[in-house]
């Protein structure tokens, strides 16, 4: 799942070489904490968060793929 977020996050931004992703796992759920370049935050948020939301929902349906919840947190 890390895997599949790093994919979208760098085809999002300018700079994909700024993106970090620290990946927390527990039993039943994993949190991903999401840092890009200061300047590109907007891009990952997008406008009223929609392309955050859009990120949170595919990352949503794989995590239920494997019987888990996710969450992301943009930094």
Avoid: C, Q, W
């Avoid at 527990?26 to 907007?42: I, K, W």
């Avoid at 990952?44 to 859009?54: D, P």
Wanted: hydrophobic share 40%; net charge positive.
């Amino acid at each position: 799942m890390k895997a599949l977020l790093e994919y979208i996050v760098r085809n999002l931004v300018d700079t994909p070489e700024a993106v970090r992703i620290k990946e927390r796992s527990g039993r039943f759920t994993v949190t991903y904490h999401l840092s890009v370049a200061p300047s590109e935050t907007g891009k990952v948020i997008g406008r009223n968060g929609r392309v955050a939301k859009a990120i949170r929902d595919l990352m949503g349906v794989a995590a239920a793929r494997k019987k888990k919840r996710v969450h992301v947190d943009i930094e």
